[in-house]
């Protein structure tokens, strides 16, 4: 049992260049999300998804984009990437939907570390 | 303004010394508020979940409470280790999450 994986853990890219960074659970849990942490702010959320085959938009979900094909995978693309993109992301998964409230356990993967020059 | 404040921003304590660390928070409705620990390079970890009805709740040397009615949490860190030198972030769930922005502790021998 992995709980929540990311990967890539660092990476840098050039304004203008689009990527993935990929996030996998295996708890077999319902809702999944990203979020981006900056400096002196909290968690921020981008998108999130409460089953396969939805989605749905956060608090700052532009310049991203998700899907959920599967219940394990939940990619987060970049489209043309900028620097205001600089940031720490996180994937979180939790067994349900309403997970904001109910007193499910919401688990984080370990983080992505992104720069964009 | 961060519908969830935390205090103090930072904060250095000796090893075996106590420490609280305070969440104000202005999100209505509540639902529940949870305290994270999150080690320098690594995800959040979840520490304690209170919902409404819960004034404390307990995990080893962690100890956070809630006052619903004043819209305040502690967390309350007793004989602090070195491996408690962490961020702790509060939070507080209504209609969605939203999370404080932390508090940095160290614990220094």
């Known amino acids: 049992n992995a709980g929540v994986t990311q990967t890539p853990k660092f990476q840098v890219l050039k304004t203008g260049q689009s990527m993935t960074l990929q996030c996998a659970q295996d708890m077999n849990h319902e809702y999944m999300s990203w979020y981006r942490q900056d400096p002196g702010m909290g968690l921020r959320l981008i998108h999130y998804?409460?089953?396969?085959?939805?989605?749905d938009q956060g608090e700052v979900p532009n310049g991203y984009n998700v899907s959920r094909s599967t219940t394990e995978d939940f990619p987060l693309r970049l489209l043309s990437a900028a620097p205001s993109q600089t940031s720490v992301y996180f994937c979180?998964?939790?067994?349900?939907?309403?997970?904001?409230?109910?007193?499910?356990?919401?688990?984080f993967g370990e983080g992505s570390w992104l720069t964009v020059v | 303004k961060n519908q969830v404040e935390q205090s103090p921003q930072s904060l250095i304590i000796l090893e075996r010394k106590n420490c609280t660390l305070q969440?104000?928070?202005?999100?209505?409705?509540?639902?529940?508020l949870r305290w994270y620990k999150q080690d320098t390079g690594r995800g959040p970890v979840s520490l304690t979940i209170m919902t409404f009805s819960e004034n404390t709740k307990s995990n080893g040397r962690y100890t956070a409470t809630l006052d619903a009615d004043t819209k305040q949490s502690s967390l309350h860190i007793t004989a602090s280790q070195l491996s408690d030198s962490a961020s702790y972030i509060c939070?507080?769930?209504?209609?969605?999450?939203?999370f404080g922005a932390g508090t940095r502790l160290t614990v220094k021998p």
């Open positions: 939070v507080v769930s209504a209609n969605d999450m939203r």
């Open positions: 998804s409460v089953g396969a085959g939805i989605t």
């Open positions: 969440c104000n928070y202005t999100v209505s409705p509540f639902s529940n």
């Open positions: 979180a998964s939790s067994y349900s939907s309403q997970a904001k409230f109910s007193g499910n356990t919401i688990y």
